[in-house]
């Protein structure tokens, strides 16, 4: 376990939290860390405690990954699926309180927490629902390019009809994609976009929910729907990233060295704004992010999250982390960033610790 002792703490109380392995609730470990000033490592509180294929849930301690549950599940033989993220090795305890988002009916995975036990303010475990393997699962996408179609395809995807269909987030990208056999790849300087979501249940209730979303897509936005369609317990054949994902696989294909543009090393810095939830405002945000991006000598990956709560516009810019020169330009670029779009009323809604002066009252006008 990791420790590291703070400004005036009695460093025998870090010393017994260091040597206690793997606290349970109410060790002393935890108690001291309750009582003093001691920063807690969970890494090797990291066991899957319990697989309960009855009533579908999970007991995991705060350590414990998406990939690690994965495999736990793969152990019992049953059906249960888990709501995985881009990358399998988030933790689910801090992944479900951040909130994150996940591949499942109710997209955040704050729903997923059904019970909780804490010592000292410290969770040291959670209940942790899951969900039974469909009869079906299809992945669904749409290619299309420029600013315009973006907006249309926006508002298409949030028609209520289409919403009740979908299984999960639906998720659009530009500028980083898989080709057909799996390989990833980012070309920040590209326009086309790719939407892509998932239904799954019922295999004629799949095929009647994918001709309603096509002919909502196809009138909105003009634009065609395709898909691949795998058994709920087949994941011998989802060879890309994105169906792994749909089909409840965790992996790390995003952290591939040569997806990165700077292979291992690669760095980056996100910039989601808080803003309407229209086609045209979230279109018109990208544009402002992308010039702003290109006056600093940036170029960025744009991605959309379309969620029941709202939308999340992110843009990405990946950078070298030992070029002085390109860290300064990404930290400028965010600053200018943060400026220009809160005169369109928007602001980040996360920040590091460098952006907190930049943020705050703006004027309240739309680009």
Do not use: K
Not at 141 to 160: E, H, I, K, Q
């Amino acid at each position: 376990m990791n420790s590291a002792v703070l400004r005036g703490t009695d460093a025998s109380a870090s010393d017994r939290v260091v040597h206690a392995h793997r606290p349970e609730p109410g060790d002393d470990a935890v108690r001291v860390a309750g009582e003093r000033p001691v920063a807690v490592g969970v890494r090797r509180m990291d066991r899957v405690l319990d697989v309960d294929p009855v009533r579908a849930r999970a007991v995991v301690e705060p350590g414990a990954r998406w990939s690690d549950l994965y495999e736990a599940l793969g152990r019992t033989g049953g059906d249960l699926w888990i709501p995985v993220p881009d990358l399998g090795w988030d933790g689910v305890i801090g992944d479900g309180l951040a909130p994150g988002v996940g591949y499942s009916r109710s997209r955040e995975h704050l729903a997923g927490l059904c019970g909780t036990h804490s010592t000292a303010g410290i969770v040291t475990r959670i209940v942790w629902r899951l969900a039974r393997r469909p009869e079906v699962y299809t992945e669904c996408w749409a290619g299309f390019t420029g600013p315009r179609a973006l907006a249309r395809v926006l508002d298409a995807l949030r028609d209520p009809r289409l919403r009740r269909a979908v299984d999960g987030p639906v998720v659009l990208t530009r500028g980083f994609d898989f080709d057909e056999n799996g390989v990833g790849g980012v070309d920040p300087d590209g326009d086309g976009w790719v939407a892509r979501f998932r239904m799954c249940g019922p295999a004629a209730a799949v095929e009647a929910a994918y001709a309603t979303a096509a002919e909502i897509v196809r009138r909105a936005a003009g634009v065609g729907l395709s898909r691949r369609t795998f058994g709920g317990d087949d994941v011998a054949e989802a060879a890309r990233h994105d169906e792994r994902l749909r089909g409840a696989v965790p992996d790390m294909d995003l952290r591939d060295p040569a997806v990165l543009p700077h292979g291992e090393g690669t760095a980056h810095v996100d910039f989601t704004p808080l803003g309407p939830v229209s086609g045209a405002a979230v279109a018109r945000a990208d544009q402002v992010a992308r010039s702003r991006c290109a006056r600093h000598g940036r170029r960025c990956v744009s991605t959309v999250v379309v969620r029941p709560r709202g939308t999340h516009h992110i843009t990405t810019v990946f950078f070298n982390p030992r070029d002085e020169r390109q860290v300064r330009s990404v930290h400028d670029c965010y600053a200018g960033l943060v400026e220009e779009l809160a005169g369109c009323g928007l602001a980040p809604y996360r920040t590091d610790v460098r952006g907190v002066d930049l943020v705050g009252p703006r004027p309240r006008h739309m680009c």
